[in-house]
DNA sequence: GTCCATCGGTTGATTTTTGCACCACCGTTC
DNA sequence: GAACGGTGGTGCAAAAATCAACCGATGGAC
């Protein structure tokens, strides 16, 4: 075979199931995708796909060549990680990937110290909502809030950290409108990934009613709640160290999800990963008590809260 | 990781351990490889090779990576196999590998007549010494003759076909002068592969003297025999067929070696491949008394060995 | 039905890769 | 010591791969 990275573009067609999808996912035009594709299957002498008007899907032929490309992508994943592994220099890159709320509500002052600390490090920090993958390097250690159970993948590396509650906030400014003027009723301010509000952040106290507003991340959520839209659902570590809200009266608490500390197999033992992973869960165990939701203090001085 | 080439790039310098090696056997110019080689190291952040005057060698940051670049070497390789192999047309390519001197001496008109039979199979005769690759799919079939043991690697079948013998052999025309002439002796013409002349040949009918003459490869050896340079050692297939040869009276024909019949796990279920394997065999049943040297008639009419 | 987004396919311009012809260097051989 | 065959390294021109801008077709939303 005298070109791997034809195996390479049939993969990404074969994963996305289309040659734009592809070309996108490759970062090159799509034109360049068709050509590797169809220089591959020349070859080869098969045909891998059939070209619908829809996408390119996978001939038989093509399937009982995936586990193999797929094969040749693990190990060059691998190849990346072990070499990244060796190096036991501070100095160099470290990606650390974690859930935008976490990064910019929380962690980003820690980052900065760690940066100020190590200088030498080049730290490069992935906020995405979807689980970063550790196996294929897109990142050197992750942060992650999981909600339901973790379930690690093989060769990855988990360290539990700490309980996460959210609660119902509101505005401590709508909240006086609302108590001066019972006519003025709150609505509900989702995010559509959430859902529809869980039960047990009903409460008798706020009556809530109209149809909910929907915000697609939480930036918007934020802005919404601040600028006296109606209440919301935010983890305790947004809401109890914004000045601006309050959690609405009578709120308790509930279990959000769990923190976690993922690594690789290989690249754990790295002085770069071993030294941020040990200061960010020492800054994260500093932040016990509001990441649980125990920190919160109805009404007094929250100034004190901030670090 | 941007380019697959890149790493399939390193593994031929990592084999050859030269980069004007690898050039040659991956059909490119050197400094292709030099300069995909250093865009891999850069990529990885590491140096792979130490750049020696006398060639390249893997650092250990390159021996750790090596066996994944092999591994994917060995996909690449299976991965063809298996289209390949799911290929049930008649129509198409055939590669099939055997040593020169069956080719030449022996099989060819066998060839001849398989393509006559299959004009729409594409039957591709690669006649190298060493033993070709079947995993790395060099070859779809292979003919070899096996002096030692036979060690299957995995996925390859074989298939035990017949000892072959080889004798003594001198040119007619010779034996006859030195017949006449007692004066005029014999030399050993040896090709260099097969080491001095074994005990087994001596002949106390014959004498043999001054030192030998050494030639590289089969067809000088035959020329130079034929030439009534001396005598020499050959497979019986091919001094028995030669009408101007005989064997040194006395000598006896002795082991030389066994026919096998080797195909690839993945590519013996294929129409072609099974076609040409059955055939050859057959061909090569034949053939069973001339190899095994019991077909020789002393001085007789051997016209009648010919098929 | 219309609109719109997305799909694959094609073509000429542009960028990137590659090949070629060099160089310097080292060790062997004559 | 000179000549030679081997090694890696380096500009520059040619070749090849890629990009960008199109096209027609399709399928879903409205």
Same mark, same amino acid.
């Given at each position: 075979?005298?070109?791997?990275?034809?195996?390479?573009?049939?993969?990404?067609?074969?994963?996305?199931?289309?040659?734009?999808?592809?070309?996108?996912?490759?970062?090159?035009? =799509?034109?360049?995708?068709?050509?590797?594709?169809?220089?591959?299957?020349?070859?080869?002498?098969?045909?891998?796909?059939?070209?619908?008007?829809?996408?390119?899907?996978?001939?038989?032929?093509?399937?009982?060549?995936?586990?193999?490309?797929?094969?040749?992508?693990?190990?060059?994943?691998?190849?990346?990680?072990?070499?990244?592994?060796?190096?036991?220099?501070?100095?160099?890159?470290?990606?650390?990937?974690?859930?935008?709320?976490?990064?910019?509500?929380?962690?980003?002052?820690?980052?900065?110290?760690?940066?100020?600390? =190590?200088?030498?490090?080049?730290?490069?920090?992935?906020?995405?909502?979807?689980?970063?993958?550790?196996?294929?390097?897109?990142?050197?250690?992750?942060?992650?809030?999981?909600?339901?159970?973790?379930?690690?993948?093989?060769?990855?590396?988990?360290?539990?950290?700490?309980?996460?509650?959210?609660?119902?906030?509101?505005?401590?400014?709508?909240?006086?409108?609302?108590?001066?003027?019972?006519?003025?009723?709150?609505?509900?301010?989702?995010?559509?990934?959430?859902?529809?509000?869980?039960?047990?952040?009903?409460?008798?106290?706020?009556?809530?009613?109209?149809?909910?507003?929907?915000?697609?991340?939480?930036?918007?959520?934020?802005?919404?709640?601040?600028?006296?839209?109606?209440?919301?659902?935010?983890?305790?570590?947004?809401?109890?160290?914004?000045?601006?809200?309050?959690?609405?009266?009578?709120?308790?608490?509930?279990?959000?999800?769990?923190?976690?500390?993922?690594? =690789?197999?290989?690249?754990?033992?790295?002085?770069?990963?071993?030294?941020?992973?040990?200061?960010?869960?020492?800054?994260?165990?500093?932040?016990?008590?509001?990441?649980?939701?125990?920190?919160?203090?109805?009404?007094?001085?929250?100034?004190?809260?901030?670090?």
């Amino acid at each position: 075979m005298d070109s791997w990275d034809d195996i390479r573009f049939f993969l990404a067609v074969a994963r996305s199931g289309s040659v734009r999808g592809a070309s996108v996912g490759l970062g090159v035009n =799509h034109s360049t995708v068709l050509r590797r594709v169809s220089n591959l299957e020349a070859q080869l002498g098969a045909l891998l796909f059939e070209k619908l008007p829809s996408g390119y899907k996978l001939t038989p032929a093509g399937e009982e060549i995936l586990d193999l490309a797929i094969s040749m992508d693990e190990d060059s994943s691998l190849l990346q990680t072990r070499v990244f592994a060796r190096d036991q220099n501070l100095t160099g890159p470290l990606r650390v990937a974690l859930p935008p709320s976490l990064a910019s509500e929380l962690l980003m002052p820690d980052f900065a110290a760690f940066t100020q600390l =190590h200088p030498e490090i080049e730290l490069q920090i992935a906020t995405s909502y979807e689980a970063v993958n550790l196996t294929t390097r897109q990142a050197d250690l992750a942060i992650r809030l999981v909600y339901d159970q973790l379930t690690l993948p093989p060769h990855l590396f988990g360290t539990r950290l700490q309980d996460v509650h959210r609660s119902v906030y509101i505005s401590r400014e709508f909240q006086n409108r609302i108590l001066n003027n019972p006519q003025c009723s709150a609505r509900w301010i989702l995010k559509e990934e959430d859902g529809p509000a869980p039960s047990w952040a009903a409460n008798p106290d706020l009556e809530i009613g109209g149809p909910p507003i929907n915000v697609s991340d939480m930036a918007s959520q934020l802005s919404a709640v601040r600028a006296g839209m109606g209440v919301t659902i935010l983890p305790c570590f947004v809401g109890d160290l914004d000045r601006s809200l309050a959690r609405v009266a009578g709120s308790t608490s509930k279990y959000y999800g769990t923190l976690w500390v993922l690594t =690789h197999g290989e690249t754990r033992k790295t002085k770069r990963v071993r030294l941020f992973s040990e200061f960010i869960k020492a800054r994260i165990a500093l932040y016990s008590a509001l990441l649980s939701g125990e920190a919160y203090i109805d009404d007094a001085s929250k100034g004190s809260l901030t670090k």
